[in-house]
């Protein structure tokens, strides 16, 4: 059975601060890595990763996949109050039903304050 | 707006009752999902629908709960004789079909059984 397992479970930053969010994952056969933002209401697509030691970046946001240690993270630079969220990793494997299904960790809570 | 709806956003139900969610994917999008998630939990796969087959269901889709995809466009899930355990956020997912893809969420329904 797949499994994510992210950390911390939640975090505290001030504005401006850097933050480190992880993701460690075993799935039989791995297609690909996810990253999404949810605030109070559906998730929003971040990231896709499928290949290790790319990095993903977007603004202030950016990912690696590392297959080799079946782990991820997701770094935020210069954060700011709209950046709190909850931050939700996802593994997509191949199963024998074809199925592109997500398996999620529980999320990162991110809390910015002022 | 060209996202994945659901209607209704949010039910109010009692123990017992029937209901029924809708769903509406991204128009060119085949690939159709459906995951619960609960407070503090990340999204939990139920099904998963290519055009109008259901291709895989999870074991947490109890008898009580079916899905259809009648013209492999919409998608209505229904609970009967919900209970308690039942009340959760329900989202749906498209995806567009063509191997690595991502997946992209609706607004979701959140189910109170009382």
């Known amino acids: 059975e797949d499994k994510v397992v992210q950390s911390p479970l939640s975090l505290v930053v001030h504005e401006g601060d850097t933050v480190t969010l992880n993701c460690s994952y075993e799935v039989t056969n791995f297609r690909s890595l996810l990253w999404y933002k949810q605030e109070k209401k559906a998730p929003t697509f971040l990231f896709m990763l499928?290949?290790?030691?790319i990095e993903k970046k977007s603004g202030r946001l950016s990912s690696i996949l590392d297959k080799k240690e079946l782990f991820s993270i997701l770094n935020i630079t210069a954060t700011q109050t709209g950046d709190s969220a909850v931050y939700l990793c996802?593994?997509?494997?191949?199963?024998?039903?074809?199925?592109?299904?997500?398996?999620f960790g529980k999320g990162t809570k991110l809390s910015v304050i002022p | 707006d060209t996202g994945v709806s659901q209607d209704p956003r949010h039910k109010i139900t009692k123990r017992g009752q029937n209901v029924t969610f809708r769903c509406d994917p991204i128009s060119e999008h085949n690939r159709l999902y459906w995951y619960r998630q609960t407070l503090g939990q990340g999204p939990e796969f139920l099904t998963y629908f290519q055009n109008e087959a259901q291709l895989e269901k999870s074991r947490l889709l109890s008898d009580r709960f079916s899905a259809e995809r009648p013209k492999g466009s919409f998608s209505t899930l229904e609970i009967q004789r919900t209970e308690q355990g039942d009340s959760a956020m329900y989202l749906c997912a498209s995806s567009l079909g063509l191997g690595l893809e991502t997946q992209y969420f609706g607004p979701g329904t959140r189910l109170l059984v009382l």
């Open positions: 996802a593994i997509s494997g191949y199963s024998g039903a074809g199925s592109y299904q997500l398996t």
């Open positions: 499928t290949s290790s030691g």
